[in-house]
């Protein structure tokens, strides 16, 4: 198995590359043949990305870790699959977060279960919109309150007012916000009300923002510009609620791993290196609770497709 493993007391470089101590917040694996459907056939993204195609596109830039996010599979299952991929990969994948939207037919009852069974670091909810989610998947966030599961968003409208709502109604869930809340291409709409919103789901205190996805969402976009987006929500929350995320394998149809990692970071030259050391990994660590994360259960699932090379 490809390593990637970086000792906790190497210091942290300010320069513009992948550097130690980088958590990457933001993964995904998937066996094409398992059921995706919002996968196109003949698209780049049509193969199966196993855990040794992470480690390579890992390669040279001195991980310490991903954290492993469903990819919209859409069943039980997954949740099941994303809990084996996590404990036989365990310096690979530091921890994962599974498919809210699937556990809505379960219940509290069954979904509190299925959180005993599978541990997941958190639990996420895509959608167009909050309201265009399920309602009794959204029903089970008290289950995950209770359990200390923090919730992931990523929807495309209004995600970040939503998710600075459902954190200020239950101030004992960590909720986060995947891909800086999905703002608006700056190619076609300016930034004001974003960063209004932004500025405003900063003071509730258990939000927390993910940098990612920026490769894709602004492709197209002067690097400064998406620069400017970073600085302003980690100038918002402060280094101790952000962090970082390549969104590996979806940023591949606009670059690599490595370039959208580079591109996260640009808007990082402001802080010095303690905060920097926050922002790329013990805010990941503290969100989703990885030191205290102890767990030698086995179980067999997905051997033919994430088989170490």
Request: proline content about 6%; glycine content about 10%.
């Amino acid at each position: 198995m490809i390593r990637i493993f970086m000792s906790p007391n190497r210091c942290v470089n300010t320069g513009q590359t992948p550097g130690d101590d980088v958590i990457d917040c933001h993964v995904h694996l998937w066996d094409v043949d398992g059921g995706y459907p919002w996968i196109q056939p003949g698209s780049l993204h049509h193969r199966t990305f196993t855990a040794a195609d992470l480690a390579e596109s890992g390669a040279g830039l001195e991980l310490t870790g991903a954290i492993l996010v469903e990819a919209s599979r859409g069943d039980h299952g997954e949740n099941v699959l994303l809990h084996d991929l996590r404990l036989r990969h365990p310096d690979l994948l530091l921890g994962h977060v599974g498919n809210l939207n699937s556990c809505a037919d379960l219940g509290p009852s069954r979904f509190t279960e299925l959180l005993a069974e599978t541990r997941p670091n958190g639990m996420r909810l895509g959608g167009a919109s909050w309201d265009a989610t399920p309602a009794s998947a959204r029903a089970l966030v008290p289950a995950m309150a209770a359990r200390g599961v923090a919730l992931e968003l990523n929807l495309h409208h209004a995600a970040v007012p939503v998710a600075a709502g459902v954190a200020a109604r239950h101030p004992g869930l960590t909720v986060v916000v995947d891909h800086l809340g999905n703002p608006p291409s700056l190619r076609t709409a300016g930034p004001g009300e974003w960063r209004e919103q932004v500025r405003r789901a900063a003071r509730v205190p258990n939000v927390i923002m993910k940098i990612s996805g920026l490769l894709t969402q602004q492709h197209g976009v002067p690097g400064e510009q998406v620069a400017d987006l970073v600085a302003h929500v980690v100038d918002a929350f402060g280094p101790d609620r952000c962090m970082v995320g390549s969104d590996w394998p979806i940023c591949l149809s606009r670059g690599s791993r490595a370039a959208s990692l580079r591109l996260a970071r640009r808007g990082l030259r402001g802080v010095d290196d303690g905060e920097l050391l926050r922002v790329l990994r013990t805010t990941a660590e503290r969100v989703y609770g990885l030191a205290a994360r102890v767990d030698n259960d086995r179980g067999p699932c997905f051997d033919a497709t994430v088989d170490d090379r």
